[in-house]
């Protein structure tokens, strides 16, 4: 994306060791990015950032395997002022926790801190391995959990990544202690640009019809009448006026190509809102 010449500063969802400054240290790497890089306490201040700054990325989660869709980012972007802000690409990020502590014997664990995310999501290496009556400590993100350590003794231990451990100074005491092999978080870059067609992509859109009967089956069947198929389909409240939402869909191809450009066409046609959200690389 020859674009990225103009860009000044990457910002991401932080703190800093957060799974969003790997995904970050991804699309950085990736596009050979070396520029000023801010991470912020939440996802709208990304958003709002990169909305009302030029030359500015962001890099935002916006699906979880398990936990399903991010509302914030989702409503934020939708919602954002600017048009010209959309997905550029995207990286869907193995999520591997580890134990984390300043001691280096996970017999001597009696306490763990964490969000309660990750500690949903790490139950059952709890509940086998660490003490039945633990003293767990919610945090508000795995980054901020490792800051924390600091405040506890050293019989305490946090959830977070291999990440966070090296910008803490902290051991390893075991990885890959979540329940579930498979879980994955989508991130996103998103910024004021236009994209290219790699031969790769993805494309989102924003819809809402009529709330009348019929009027968004017939939205849906214009993918169908385009042999188009739809891989994610969510829908948000409008904010506007209640029952009233916003669809979300997702589907391969580039808003470049002949048949999804007659399809969007024929969709906003049809559609009483309708924003294109992006149409971006896909990146492994």
Same mark, same amino acid.
């Given at each position: ?151 506890? +003794? ?49 494309? +989102? ?50 808003? +470049? ?14 559609? +009483? ?12």
């Amino acid at each position: 994306m020859e674009f990225l010449n103009s860009v000044k500063e990457v910002v991401f969802l932080g703190p800093g060791g957060s799974y969003s400054e790997m995904a970050k240290d991804f699309f950085c790497k990736n596009y050979d990015l070396n520029v000023v890089e801010t991470p912020f306490k939440t996802i709208t201040q990304v958003i709002e950032y990169v909305d009302k700054n030029d030359n500015i990325l962001g890099v935002i989660p916006v699906e979880n395997s398990i936990e399903g869709a991010v509302r914030e980012a989702i409503d934020c972007l939708i919602k954002a002022k600017n048009l010209d802000l959309q997905y550029l690409a995207e990286y869907i990020m193995p999520i591997r926790h580890c134990l984390l502590s300043k001691n280096t014997d996970i017999n001597s664990v009696n306490g763990l801190i964490s969000h309660p995310q990750a500690i949903a999501q790490c139950l059952g290496f709890i509940h086998n391995k660490l003490p039945e009556n633990i003293d767990i400590v919610k945090a508000t993100s795995t980054a901020k959990a490792a800051v924390l350590l600091d405040e506890y +003794s050293n019989d305490y231990a946090a959830i977070g990544s291999s990440k966070t451990a090296e910008l803490y100074k902290l051991n390893i005491l075991e990885r890959d202690i979540n329940d579930d092999p498979t879980n994955q978080t989508r991130f996103i870059l998103i910024g004021k640009y236009k994209t290219s067609n790699t031969g790769n992509d993805k494309t +989102s859109l924003a819809f809402s019809t009529e709330n009348k009967p019929g009027m968004l089956l017939e939205a849906l069947k214009v993918f169908q009448n385009y042999n188009i198929n739809l891989s994610y389909i969510d829908s948000r409240p409008s904010k506007i006026k209640f029952g009233e939402y916003t669809f979300l869909v997702d589907f391969d191809g580039h808003v +470049s190509d002949e048949i999804i450009s007659k399809a969007i066409e024929e969709l906003n046609s049809k559609a +009483s809102y309708f924003r294109i959200v992006g149409s971006y690389e896909k990146l492994s």
